[in-house]
């Protein structure tokens, strides 16, 4: 669940995560890496020096020179990464450890594209419930089946 509260200067998010009331404030920092929004281009990217209200001063890596700006013409990666701290993912990437029951890794597989699309159409169907265990499932199962074909040969 996920509320948005507004007020004039500052949007606080408060956030319903494994049962717990978590709230983030939106509002940017000095100190907070940032890229300017240029016309749906990549603008250059900064620093934010200083915070006025709802002006931004931006220090930009490239020039060294500084522009004054608003929020809604920035892209504050700091700001993302305070978020994805808050809510703390399931994913362990660049996260500390919990305590967790199973022992996991991240992998990274190449797979045909007709078959992930038909693999997305059974997960959004409700076929495939969870992807994790799913995979993982099919994969001890053709595990099993290669070990017992090598006993048999």
Request: a positive charge; charged letters at 35%; proline letters at 3%.
């Amino acid at each position: 669940m996920l509320l948005d509260i507004r007020t004039p200067s500052i949007k606080i998010i408060v956030i319903y995560y494994r049962r717990q009331l978590k709230v983030v404030t939106t509002k940017a920092q000095t100190g907070d890496k940032v890229r300017l929004k240029a016309n749906g281009q990549r603008g250059p990217r900064g620093l934010i020096e200083k915070v006025r209200g709802c002006r931004l001063m931006v220090r930009l890596d490239d020039s060294e020179k500084s522009v004054e700006v608003t929020g809604r013409e920035i892209t504050n990666f700091s700001l993302a990464a305070r978020k994805a701290w808050v809510t703390m993912p399931k994913r362990r990437v660049g996260r500390p450890k919990g305590m967790k029951f199973c022992d996991r890794v991240s992998v990274t597989l190449r797979i045909d594209r007709e078959l992930w699309e038909q693999f997305r159409q059974m997960e959004s169907s409700e076929i495939i419930d969870d992807r994790t265990a799913t995979i993982n499932g099919w994969l001890r199962e053709k595990l099993a089946e290669l070990e017992n074909g090598e006993r048999q040969g």
